[in-house]
């Protein structure tokens, strides 16, 4: 709230009716680790009390957008109880998107994606790693970094063919008997998860 | 204001998407060879113990393992 406090009372000295009008988040350039106006803002009307510090002097600052396009993102791919990759240079990442699979190139339009049960893969000059993972998030930012998590990833090896089968055919026949919404959803929930392991170990 | 993508089918049954994401997880881990399957439920092992109170006194407590 502070940081932005420079910025709106410049606005309000010159036009009043035009405070609702904010800059993009996407053309913030990289955030200073402490607001030099507010400290002078500060010291002028309060010069004998320290400046409080603000929760940005405590976190690292937001890298800034790069002038061009960097050559390789950053991945981020955390689960709750590990982080499976961290800050790694790589040239693509294919995520299971809700709309389908989403190729994540450098240079990719900031973007927040919610993330269906399916295959990501981690493309790195010629290596692919392929994780299943049950759902989660992706979070692409305008500096080519991409945060995914997930609440569950395994790589394919870790599947068992014969229960993914036996739970594909099970919930198939629950889904048939279902009679509550909830019932419809859980069985709905077994075949869209199984059917996309499926066809992730056989795809 | 332009509305929202349809509304997935576990919301309009009343599931949060909390609830949809751990059945997910899940269903995942139910299906995983052996070494790592049982990793994987033993990490998610919760334990807790439940007691109802009333008049302002705690009943015995039903605990669930």
Redesign the interface.
Known sequence: MFRQTSRLLARTTGAATSRRSRAFSTDVPATPAQDSNFIESWKKVIPNIDPPKTPSSFMTPRPATPASIPSKITVNFVLP?ASELSAKEVDMVIVPATTGQMGVLPGHVPTIAELK?GVLSVHEGNDVTKY?L???FALIHANSVADIVA??A?PL????PA??QK?LAEFTQKLGSATT??E???A???VD??SA?NSAITG | MASNAAVPFWRTAGMTYITYSNICANLVRNCLKEPYKTEALSREKVHFSISKWTNGKPEKPTSDV
Do not use: C, N, R, T
Request: no cysteine; charged share 20%; net charge negative.
């Open positions: 109880y049960p299943f049950s759902s989660g609440v569950e395994v090896d870790h599947i068992d229960l993914v739970g919404d909830l419809k959803a859980e709905q929930i077994g998860v199984h392991m």
